[in-house]
């Protein structure tokens, strides 16, 4: 059984469309993250929810809402999709938001905006 | 802001010893020190985490001086299979994650 797993794998779309990609982890934890890696391999985090409440929330654009239907599920929608918005989003998930917890992560989302 | 600060890459032959440093200036009291491995087309993989002197593990082991101002990742007898990147992840408060840059092993046979 994958820990973390996102859908889809791949993302092809064009310049202006809404999209959606989709995470779940089976781990039973209550932490989960969304981050993105650029073409120069660089990750950055850009949210963060523990019990389904955001508690990072990194400066990126408002077209980004992320939305946690329960603690298993991280949802990021992404609006007016902008050709800057093409990298690997990877989702990730921890037992909770302490410091010395380990963060799992599933096998990233490559978004292409054309 | 970068927090932390890798070589770009570095290189190997199988069966040595693989040291990579991570410089964290600003380290705080709170911080712990975190190494994580990614393959091509995977997600990070959780290697060590320290806050200070000497953690081992089945996998690699991870070397904080007094100031931990630095961190170094100790490979042991690398194989193939270890040609990855590896990130340094400083964790600043629950509110703030930074990865390094990464270093790209590259193992020679």
């Known amino acids: 059984d994958t820990a973390v797993s996102q859908t889809p794998k791949y993302l092809v779309t064009q310049m202006g469309n809404d999209k959606s990609i989709k995470c779940e982890q089976n781990?039973?934890?209550?932490?989960m993250y969304w981050y993105k890696q650029d073409s120069k391999k660089f990750l950055k985090i850009m949210f963060s929810y523990n019990n389904k409440e955001l508690i990072i929330n990194e400066t990126v654009p408002n077209r980004f809402s992320p939305k946690s239907p329960d603690k298993a599920h991280l949802n990021l929608h992404i609006n007016s999709l902008e050709l800057g918005d093409s990298a690997v989003y990877f989702c990730a998930s921890s037992q909770s938001p302490e410091l010395r917890e380990t963060q799992y992560f599933g096998p990233g989302t490559r978004l292409l905006v054309l | 802001l970068a927090k932390t600060t890798q070589p770009i890459s570095m290189d190997s032959y199988e069966g040595q010893e693989v040291n990579i440093t991570c410089s964290h200036n600003n380290i705080a009291t709170n911080d712990y020190i975190t190494w994580y491995q990614q393959f091509p087309s995977q997600g990070p993989r959780f290697i060590i985490q320290?806050?200070?002197t000497k953690v081992t593990n089945e996998v690699a082991s991870l070397f904080i001086p007094a100031d931990r101002k630095s961190s170094t990742l100790s490979l042991p007898r690398v194989s193939l299979s270890d040609t990855a990147v590896y990130y340094c992840?400083?964790?600043?408060?629950?509110?703030?994650?930074?990865f390094g840059t990464g270093t790209r092993l590259t193992v020679i046979p």
């Open positions: 992840l400083l964790r600043t408060g629950a509110n703030n994650l930074f």
């Open positions: 781990l039973g934890h209550d932490t």
């Open positions: 320290g806050y200070k």
